[in-house]
Nanobody
């Protein structure tokens, strides 16, 4: 099992910055990717960014160039640096940790409880 705890959410004005953290504990050795997703009111949860042990990072088009995902060397903590935020970035942000096999199948999948980010115009 892997436990995930997000922090760093809050309120920020448009154009500002915020850094989210996701602290992982438990069987961290079992995962090979960590990601951020978000869910705005009345919308489905959507992918934001992912960082993989062997295949780098990816971003949703809506955040590319503004957000940066990173991790510490032990994979205990993953960060999401959010710059030039927009009101449409307002959502609950969730941390995800998973094990993806060589065929792209998800073998393990863990979620945090989420942290609220509110961007005012």
């Amino acid at each position: 099992q892997v436990q995930l705890v997000e922090s760093g959410g809050g309120s920020v004005q448009a154009g500002g910055s915020l850094r989210l953290s996701c602290a992982a504990s438990g069987s961290i050795f079992s995962i090979n990717a960590m990601a951020w997703y978000r869910q705005a009111p009345g919308k489905q949860r959507e992918f934001v960014s992912v960082i993989r042990k062997t295949a780098g990072t990816n971003y949703a088009d809506s955040v590319k160039g503004r957000f940066t995902i990173s991790r510490d060397t032990t994979w205990n903590t993953v960060y999401l640096e959010m710059n030039r935020v927009k009101p449409e970035d307002t959502a609950v942000y969730y941390c995800n940790a998973r094990k993806v096999n060589t065929y792209g199948g998800i073998e393990l999948d863990y979620w945090g409880q989420g942290t609220q980010v509110t961007v005012s115009s």
